[in-house]
């Protein structure tokens, strides 16, 4: 069996390892916008602020029908969604989740967040003016103080977002080494970003893949490096594991290679046949027939699954 596959499996794990740094997911959010008199809004502004890495995506606004999309969201993530009419702030969703597939939709009534508003109003959510003017002079300068704090934590988090979209941008225009600086950069400003650290990971890839012998083998190793950093951050992101088993693997690492396809596989198990088939390359390739037979028919038998699971859906919904 594996000689049949011997050939396809090692153009496949060669395209894999070039594409590695596209292994990126990316999810939608779209909704409704409707006015206080229940008509669609149109040209209401969104604006998406991630919440779990510094981000801001802006540009989407609705249409004559008060219809939005917003694709191209990294996934996993959660984020804000607020909406604005004329320059105002109407209203705004939390912590929401994106999901593969289809977009997550959010809508908004601005009546319903009118009202919302009002009750709060009335139950005195916001200081009175006089209750300002009753603070001590050391109440107002702690207020001073928090207000430059404040400030000062904006202002970072927009230099560390304008990094990371600096770094988005050469990285698609597959210009490495400007990718490679920015999102160092990115990690220098705050090493606790796993997202950044995963995308350095893509662009030392990226820069690999146009090097040759010892330069390359850094590139690797650098690439090696930064994978494990977003793996130790955020650990239950299975594309991380798949990337950095393939960067692994291409060090001569294959037994950590393994590893870490084996956990994106169990971490994933809805794509766990493209991890197995990655796998099975890696055995391939370090010359393992008997593991690579393993891992193909392992990942055929995900396949077989995935087509009875379909199957069986299909015949449930099979007209009279």
């Known amino acids: ?42 040209g209401a502004v969104i604006l998406i602020e991630r ?16 219809h939005y ?14 909406v604005s ?6 209203d705004e969703t939390k912590n929401i989740k994106t999901q593969l597939g289809d977009p997550v939709n959010i809508s908004f009534d601005l009546k319903a967040a009118e009202q919302k508003a009002a009750t709060e109003a009335s139950a005195g959510a916001a200081p ?10 050391a109440e107002k300068e702690a207020n001073e103080k928090l207000a430059k704090d404040n400030a000062a934590i904006i202002a970072k988090n927009k230099a560390l977002n304008d990094t ?15 990718a490679v600086d920015a999102f160092q950069k990115g990690v220098e400003m705050d090493p606790n970003q796993n997202v950044i650290w995963a995308n350095l990971a893509d662009a030392y890839v990226g820069e690999a893949n146009a090097k040759t012998g010892p330069d390359q ?32 693997a291409r060090t001569k690492k294959f037994d950590e290679a393994q590893a870490e396809l084996n956990k994106a596989a169990a971490l994933d198990p809805t794509n766990a046949g493209h991890y197995y088939y990655n796998l099975g390359a890696v055995y391939v390739n370090s010359g393992q027939s008997a593991p690579a037979e393993a891992a193909l028919r392992r990942r055929w ?13 299909l015949r449930l919904f099979r007209p009279n």
């Not at 009419?85 to 109407?90: A, E, I, P, Q, S």
Request: aromatic share 10%; hydrophobic share 35%.
């Open 128 to 137: 009175a003016p006089e209750q300002d003017r009753s603070l001590s002079k």
């Open 217 to 248: 083998q850094t590139a690797l190793d650098k690439a090696g490096e930064a994978y494990a950093k977003a793996i130790a951050l955020k650990p239950e992101n299975p594309a991380y594991h798949n990337n950095y088993g393939l960067t692994l």
């Open 69 to 82: 999309i917003y694709n191209g969201l990294p996934f996993p993530g959660t984020y804000t969604v607020s």
């Open 301 to 313: 038998k995900r396949l077989r699954i995935t087509l009875m699971r379909t199957s069986s859906t």
């Open 1 to 42: 069996m594996l000689a049949r596959f011997r050939g396809c499996i090692f153009s496949g794990f060669c395209f894999l390892m070039l594409a590695s740094a596209a292994w990126a997911q990316i999810s939608a959010i779209e909704g409704d916008v409707k006015g206080p008199d229940g008509q669609p809004v149109k």
């Open 85 to 90: 009419v004329d320059g105002t702030k109407k």
């Open 164 to 178: 990371f979209n600096a770094g988005k941008e050469a990285l698609a225009a597959k210009n490495f080494d400007g």
């Open 51 to 66: 919440q779990d890495m510094k981000g801001t995506y802006k540009g989407a606004k609705t249409d004559k029908k008060g």
